[in-house]
């Protein structure tokens, strides 16, 4: 890692934006295909140009000073923008997953992240939609963000961006770095 690089990880623990806690577990492990969340299903069937990408070969990102900041700017940015409501109370279904414009919840947040950056140039192979189960044994979506110093999870519960071993959550499921229709269980090895 150069010294540039290295400064920024360091200025970001410094201040609190990334932790990381867990040296051994950079990289979640999947495991076999699992079903996909029924309201990513819908989003697919009502927007599929949302989601056909397909890769014969996933990246990683690198993560240096600029795609830390792209990260940065967009997880704040959407946090801030979109305000959180549950779709029971937008739309009087439990589940519905549509990009925000003002209103969402927690899989809306990743969408629209996962969007931006894809607009950005940024691989859709290394944005991948995860289904995390909270302590309270909620379900939540974040989005993990696969580089090179390991993955990194958007969430608009946190304004710190934390590597995948530093949260609390409990990691099920998550999207295929080779198909974005095809979704894998998470073998979360800390629980």
Known sequence: MNSKILGAVIGGLLAGQVSVAHADLPYMEVLGATSAPIGYVQFCQRTPNACIQQTAAPTVVQLNEASWGEL???NT??????QPITDADLYGHPEVW???TSYGDCEDYVLMKRQMLID???P?????ITVVRER?????AVLT????RGDF?????EANILRWDSTSYEYIKRQSEFDETIWASVNDMRV
């Open 153 to 157: 999870v958007l969430d608009n519960q």
């Open 77 to 82: 940015h959407v946090n801030q923008t979109i």
């Open 136 to 140: 309270s044994g909620e379900g939540h």
């Open 72 to 74: 940065l700017a967009i």
């Open 124 to 128: 859709a192979s290394a944005l991948l």
């Open 145 to 148: 963000v696969r580089t090179d």
């Open 98 to 100: 549509t990009m925000p």
């Open 120 to 122: 950005r140039g940024w």
